[in-house]
């Protein structure tokens, strides 16, 4: 199965503010303390499973703050290429929208291995969109360049919506390719009301994206091919 998980290497939180957390908590609970029963907090804190229960939801809340107030999200993922990428999509098992002449004309980073890649989810900056909150696909490839960031293949991008299937519900996620006779080819990750989970590959000829797209970039493997 594929991991999804924060890497320990990125720029992690300090010691000061993990003192300045457990301070503003300490205080809530201190402020707040007349809404808690102490015999609940005691049926809570009285196995040790509980209490790893509790401080793993605690931390899940801290970890989807976190993620909101960023435009830069970075991931290990495991990527399989000892696939087809249409054995790739598959495996995210959403509804499809796949057009095959758009996956003939994509890169692909590697063949027949696995291997851990770093993966790097962002937002554009506000400066790339024009008036209408669009970006050019020209502006994206910029983007991209200016985080010294090369944009995902599928294989990358379906590796990681396998592993976490509701992480397009948080951030639609796209990467983007030069392909076939100069037009600019896809694969994105959303969600729709009428359809659910969705996974889109096709051709653009014009427009570009939406303020609500980020953009899935590659750094660079951790583990060689």
């Given amino acids: 199965m594929n991991r ?3 890497p320990s290497s990125e720029e992690q939180m300090t010691s000061e503010q993990i003192k300045t957390l457990t301070g503003l908590f300490e205080g809530a609970l201190e402020k707040r303390r007349h809404e808690l029963w102490k015999d609940s907090i005691q049926e809570i804190m009285g196995t040790e499973r509980e209490r790893l229960r509790l401080a793993r939801d605690l931390f899940t809340v801290l970890c989807a703050s976190a993620e909101r107030s960023s435009n830069r999200i970075s991931f290990i993922v495991t990527v399989n290429y000892d696939q087809t990428p249409e054995q790739a999509i598959s495996a995210t098992k959403r509804v499809q929208d796949v ?3 758009v996956i ?5 980073g590697a063949k027949n291995v696995t291997r851990d890649m770093k993966v790097v989810l962002f937002r554009p900056s506000n400066s790339a969109y024009d008036e209408k909150g669009l970006i050019s696909y020209e502006n994206a490839d910029k983007e991209y360049e200016s985080r010294r960031l090369i944009p995902a293949d599928l294989f990358v991008i379906a590796a990681m919506n396998q592993a976490d299937p509701a992480l397009a519900d948080r951030y639609p996620n796209v990467t983007q390719w030069m392909g ?3 037009r600019w080819g896809s694969i994105a ?3 729709l009301n009428e ?3 969705r996974v889109q590959v096709k051709f ?3 427009v570009g994206w939406h303020y609500g ?3 899935v970039g590659i750094e660079s493997p951790l583990i060689p091919a």
């Fill in 4 to 6: 999804l998980i924060i």
């Fill in 99 to 101: 057009d095959l002449a």
């Fill in 104 to 108: 003939a004309s994509m890169p692909r």
């Fill in 180 to 182: 076939t006779n100069h």
């Fill in 189 to 191: 990750f959303g969600r």
């Fill in 195 to 197: 359809s659910g989970r």
């Fill in 204 to 206: 653009h000829d014009a």
């Fill in 213 to 215: 797209w980020w953009f």
